[in-house]
């Protein structure tokens, strides 16, 4: 991918070693230091950055990094079992999609940056990732702060009343936490229309653009969070939403 820019910003990936050690600097400190958290000697790394492309997100003038997140393209069968996803939830239902998929990860920005054009950026360069793959769908985790499924009862029976995936295609569990919340919440009306407040950002724009998400959660005592398997089937994006997106990505 060529850098993409935007205002004051440009989204670019990772050249070497360096840039790897800054996209992890910023991740421990979204993910842990914020949070109190273990700290894990200044750097949130795991086996999964090998395999993986990095983007940055800078400030033009200053090259701060004001964001990141990983990618994986997902050609074939074995490659849906390597990656994080795949490591916590059972992805054999989508070994007959067609083309190729996109896992994104990790995503974050710094919490002292809040521009919406950060985000927008963002965006713009998975676009232009899914674009140069001819990914059919992009899929990943999408976290809760917390891991106690109680905390996010309105969230969840949501999701379950409106934005379970088909069938078919739903991941199986896998992990040795999960929470079924599909069954669980199934009925809780008066939860559910309280539940978007609780959906986090990301969550939001991933349904925004169709997404879909699994029947059950995974809880991850290591980050003290609760994610639910996210997908987005490219050719349902809806049009305008789409354009936009494209935008973005033709710079």
Request: with cysteine; aromatic share 6%; glycine share 10%.
């Amino acid at each position: 991918m060529q850098a993409l820019t935007r205002g004051r910003y440009r989204a670019r990936l990772a050249k070497g070693e360096a840039d790897l050690h800054h996209v992890q600097a910023l991740r421990h400190l979204v993910f842990r230091q914020r949070r109190g958290l273990a700290a894990t000697g200044g750097l949130d790394a795991d086996r999964f950055d090998a395999l993986c492309q990095h983007v940055l997100i800078e400030d033009l003038a200053t090259g701060a990094l004001l964001g990141c997140f990983r990618v994986a393209e997902l050609s074939d069968a074995a490659a849906l079992d390597r990656c994080y996803t795949g490591a916590v939830y059972d992805l054999a239902p989508l070994r007959g999609m067609a083309g190729p998929m996109i896992e994104i990860g990790r995503f974050c920005l710094h919490p002292d940056h809040s521009d919406p054009d950060l985000l927008r950026l963002a965006w713009g360069a998975v676009a232009r990732l899914v674009d140069a793959a001819r990914a059919s769908l992009l899929l990943g985790c999408s976290s809760f702060e917390g891991a106690d499924p109680q905390d996010h009862r309105a969230a969840l029976a949501l999701l379950g009343a409106a934005y379970l995936g088909p069938p078919a295609l739903r991941p199986q569990p896998k992990a040795a936490q999960t929470y079924r919340f599909a069954t669980d919440l199934a009925g809780q009306g008066a939860e559910a229309r309280l539940g978007f407040a609780g959906i986090p950002p990301l969550l939001r724009t991933y349904l925004a653009m169709g997404g879909w998400v699994s029947d059950h959660a995974v809880c991850d005592p290591d980050l003290d969070t609760l994610h639910v398997f996210t997908a987005v089937e490219i050719a349902k994006i809806p049009p305008a939403r789409a354009r936009a997106l494209r935008l973005i990505a033709e710079g």
